[in-house]
């Protein structure tokens, strides 16, 4: 059973450019998460999609932008790129309602994105 | 707004030396307090999930604790392997994001 897995593994890109990430969720999961970690520091919340749809957005600003396809597989997108987005960029899943485990998200390896 | 703090940021053990990580939180409700652990480069692997003051959950040397205030990590005859940095997290209710510590990084020396 393959758990959350993103593309690329690393990125490198300079400011002002656009990069997209991809995520594919857990089997069974149906709920996307993107997050964000600067070296050192604990992951900080981007937004959450479920059935297609932006559910919750943290503090960042509209240059960060996402969408979720029908097969729960989800893109995180990043317009005019800053110095300050480099960082690994998680992806978490979590299950249906339905099951026991709803409330735990599983986290994928990241993307290492270094704006230069 | 939610606010996780850890403590220490960084803990040096031998190994066979037990020791407790600490993660105090300020929420308005809590839905859960979760632990993970982080390898250098790699995503968080999920650990435990505390629902509620009083609950205690275990996996191999590890052991989480949770009050309404704070949850502790006790590290019971660490190895080498456990080295890493460990995560807390707290989901507030209604909420569905989840806000992280900064984190402890645990060195077991052999």
């Known amino acids: 059973d393959a758990g959350v897995t993103q593309s690329p593994t690393h990125l490198i890109k300079t400011r002002g450019q656009q990069v997209t990430l991809r995520c594919s969720p857990k089997?069974?999961?149906?709920?996307v998460s993107w997050y964000q970690q600067a070296l050192g520091q604990g992951p900080q919340f981007i937004f959450q999609?479920?059935?297609?749809?932006?559910?919750q957005r943290g503090n960042f600003p509209d240059r960060f932008s996402g969408h979720q396809f029908p097969n729960y597989s989800s893109e995180l997108n990043v317009n005019a790129l800053l110095l300050g987005d480099s960082a690994l960029y998680l992806c978490?899943?979590?299950?249906?309602?339905?099951?026991?485990?709803?409330?735990?998200?599983?986290f994928g390896p990241g993307t290492r994105l270094t704006v230069l | 707004e939610d606010q996780v703090t850890q403590s220490p940021e960084a803990l040096r053990l031998q190994e066979g030396e037990s020791s407790s990580l600490n993660c105090s939180y300020t929420?308005?409700?809590?839905?859960?307090l979760f632990w993970y652990r982080q390898d250098p480069g790699k995503g968080p692997e999920f650990l435990f999930t505390?629902?509620?003051a009083g609950e205690e959950k275990e996996k191999e040397r590890l052991k989480a604790t949770l009050t309404k205030k704070e949850s502790f990590l006790h590290i019971t005859a660490p190895k080498p392997e456990d080295s890493a940095t460990y995560l807390c997290?707290?989901?507030?209710?209604?909420?569905?994001?989840?806000?992280f510590g900064q984190g402890t990084r645990l060195t077991i020396n052999p």
């Open positions: 505390l629902y509620s």
């Open positions: 089997s069974g999961h149906d709920t």
């Open positions: 999609y479920y059935e297609e749809e932006e559910r």
């Open positions: 997290a707290v989901q507030e209710r209604g909420a569905q994001k989840l806000v």
């Open positions: 929420v308005s409700g809590l839905r859960g």
């Open positions: 978490a899943s979590r299950p249906g309602k339905a099951t026991s485990s709803y409330n735990e998200q599983f």
